[in-house]
């Protein structure tokens, strides 16, 4: 693919990352998406062959900035670990632009269809970085924890559950930090 195919492809993922967060994953079509990028529909199947293939692009290039934190972890187990909370606390109560909805949409059509999807697999690589850190937190007497596999897929429930709530009802600030504390707590830590 060239320069300017490469762009145009870009482009079309940037304005379809628009449309899916103000309408969800169901609702969108190809031909929303060619309106939204003012080209042909032929112009749009020459990238995506569907509206599926076209939002598995916008959630591979949504930036997982939590996720960069567990893997660039430069300081110690408890900073990270702490800087990670807080950058999954803003993603999870960010209010504009927000594809919490159409992710969840996504996650029970690909169930359905009984595919691993992106999510998943994004899910799971995040749970194993969170693990990791914890390990290190506890080998470098940092952290204390029996089982880090355990308490990071315990930690990725409660921040999912957190998703749903905030997409459902709203989280409120005090209530985020409640839970970030405990988090904190199952693993020996505090934030006081």
Do not use: H
């Amino acid at each position: 693919m060239g320069n300017k195919s490469i762009q145009k492809k870009q482009y079309i993922v940037e304005q379809a990352a628009k449309v899916f967060a103000q309408r969800g994953y169901k609702a969108v079509t190809m031909k929303d998406i060619v309106e939204a990028c003012d080209i042909s529909r032929g112009g749009l199947y020459l990238y995506f062959k569907d509206t599926t293939e076209v939002f598995e692009a916008v959630l591979a290039l949504k930036e997982n900035t939590a996720l960069a934190v567990l893997k660039t972890a430069d300081g110690e187990p408890g900073e990270v670990l702490l800087s990670y909370l807080n950058e999954k606390k803003k993603e999870i109560t960010k209010k504009k632009d927000n594809l919490e909805v159409a992710a969840f949409e996504y996650a029970f059509a690909m169930k359905t269809e009984k595919k691993d999807s992106l999510l998943k697999k994004q899910y799971q690589e995040e749970t194993k970085a969170l693990e990791k850190l914890i390990a290190d937190g506890v080998k470098k007497k940092w952290m204390v924890c029996d089982n880090p596999q355990a308490t990071a897929k315990n930690m990725m429930c409660t921040l999912e559950g957190l998703k749903v709530t905030a997409v459902s009802y709203s989280v409120s600030s005090d209530a985020f930090d409640q839970a970030i504390e405990y988090m904190l707590g199952s693993v020996g830590l505090t934030t006081k």
